[in-house]
């Protein structure tokens, strides 16, 4: 079993700054891929950034140049630096990992959730 945990979301005014962060934890050997989704009022679950282990990283339109991921893998954690926020970038923030756990098993977990909005 591997389990996600978010922190870090709120209320914060159009044009301002807010940090996500996901710390995994359990039964983890390495984590391939971890990212963030959200998903907006009415609308599907999207992407919007990803990092790979290989250093690579992967953004959503919508959000490049404003949002920033990172990892601590020794840490198996990841964080979402996002500024210049706009009110549609309000929703439900998701945490993904992807990974292989210590017996060798292919994981994939999801975090329960952290809301983001923004709104003056």
């Known amino acids: 079993q591997v389990q996600l945990v978010e922190s870090g979301g709120g209320l914060v005014q159009p044009g301002g700054s807010l940090s996500l962060s996901c710390a995994a934890s359990?039964?983890?050997?390495?984590?391939?891929?971890i990212g963030w989704f959200r998903q907006a009022p009415g609308k599907e679950r999207e992407l919007a950034a990803a990092s790979s282990s290989a250093g690579s990283t992967n953004y959503a339109d919508s959000v490049k140049g404003r949002f920033t991921i990172s990892r601590d893998n020794p840490k198996n954690t990841a964080t979402l630096q996002m500024s210049s926020l706009k009110p549609e970038d309000t929703g439900v923030y998701y945490c993904?990992?992807?990974?292989?756990?210590?017996?060798?098993?292919?994981?994939?977990?999801w975090g329960q959730g952290i809301q983001v909005t923004v709104s003056s």
């Open positions: 359990g039964s983890i050997l390495s984590i391939n891929v």
């Open positions: 993904n990992a992807i990974g292989r756990t210590l017996v060798g098993a292919t994981f994939r977990s």
